[in-house]
């Protein structure tokens, strides 16, 4: 019970929040409506869980609250593998800044020596 | 024909004087990459004549070698880029023999080998590990080779512009024999001696770096 309330009221929350943005202009209209669809479903569920069977049952399994465990470690892991690519670009960048600072300083030094 | 010696070096002040010297009595020049030491590793070699590169941040032997060979081929006009060790291992009376096929024209990179000819007093745990590598490598790389994690090599100035290590840590190895095959070079493995000592066994790779190599370089076939 306490678990569907706050979640409602989370959800209302972050409709307020995006519907705000909206106003100042900071968000499109496009993002407005998906964000809304989204939180609405996040109400929708947290309201009657069962609803989630029927799209449950739809797709091969058994019930809606294990559809949502699924797809969140499914999303999560999907989450991770774009970090880790983000992270190892973020490496290759580094190293070669690193590299392009040690080629210039070493040319400095050893015009000093030449002279 | 220009030769220069690139040696990545991290946390090596006591035996980066030895090591620079003696390679360069082979070389024209020796590039000394010091990779972020936390000691006087890079004073030590620039008072032995190399030029030092100073990595800022520490990016591992792979990247370290990488950046001595791009100074070595833009910046020298390097004919030959040899891999040489800071830890003594290698012996720079190798050079010669080693970079002799690339004289010659008769390849485009020279491997050193660890088990051709020339005993070496390696442990028994390190000729396990590397005898998986080289397993592994034959079924993945494809390239028949005694010895796949050897660090001493002889790069013709072609190699080394088709050889861009983007694997900065130990699994750049792997890596080179991969753009072998994929780039087509020319290749020749030769004896070289590399010696093991109480010291070399305390500071260099454990076991367990093994599947550090492994990891990374899995992950690389994975990522772009
Ligand atoms: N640039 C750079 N060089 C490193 C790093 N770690 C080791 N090295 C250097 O790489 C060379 C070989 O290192 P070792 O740890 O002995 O590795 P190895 O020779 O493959 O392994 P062993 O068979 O155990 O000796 C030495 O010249 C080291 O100074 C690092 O983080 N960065
Ligand atoms: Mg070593």
Excluded at chain 2, 120 to 146: C, D, E, H, Q, Y
Aim: net charge positive; charged share 25%.
């Amino acid at each position: 019970m306490i678990f569907q309330f706050s979640l409602i009221i989370f959800a209302i929350f972050a409709i307020i929040r995006t519907y705000k943005q909206y106003r100042l202009q900071r968000v499109s209209a496009s993002w407005l409506t998906s964000w809304l669809l989204l939180w609405l479903a996040v109400i929708l569920v947290a309201i009657s869980p069962q609803s989630t069977d029927i799209l449950a049952k739809y797709v091969g399994v058994e019930r809606g609250a294990d559809l949502l465990v699924y797809s969140a470690v499914v999303i999560l892991y999907y989450g991770l593998y774009r970090m880790m690519v983000k992270q190892e670009k973020l490496q290759q960048e580094l190293t070669s800044l690193v590299r392009k600072l040690a080629i210039m300083e070493a040319k400095k030094i050893e015009a000093k020596k030449d002279r | 024909m220009k030769i220069v010696a690139v040696i990545p070096a991290y946390n090596e002040e006591q035996r980066i004087r030895n090591s620079a010297e003696d390679a360069g009595r082979f070389v024209d020049t020796v590039v000394v990459v010091d990779d972020c030491s936390k000691d006087k590793t890079g004073e030590v070699a620039l008072t032995a004549g190399a030029h030092v590169l100073r990595h800022e941040i520490n990016r591992g032997q792979g990247a370290a070698l990488q950046t001595g060979t791009d100074y070595a081929v833009q910046n020298l006009e390097a004919d030959i880029i040899v891999h040489f060790d800071a830890d003594g291992q290698m012996q720079g009376a190798d050079i010669p023999k080693m970079i002799e096929p690339i004289l010659n024209s008769e390849v485009d990179i020279v491997l050193g080998s660890r088990f051709l000819g020339a005993e070496s007093n390696m442990p028994l745990s390190r000729r396990l590990t590397l005898w998986l590598a080289l397993l592994f490598t034959r079924l993945v790389s494809g390239i028949k080779i005694s010895d796949t994690h050897n660090g001493f090599r002889a790069l013709s100035k072609y190699s080394a512009q088709n050889i861009k290590i983007s694997l900065d840590r130990m699994a750049h190895a792997s890596e080179i024999l991969d753009l072998i095959k994929l780039k087509n070079l020319k290749f020749v493995e030769r004896p070289v001696m590399i010696k093991y000592t109480a010291d070399t066994l305390a500071k260099g790779q454990s076991f367990m770096s093994g599947f550090i190599v492994l990891k990374d370089f899995i992950k690389s076939k994975f990522i772009d």
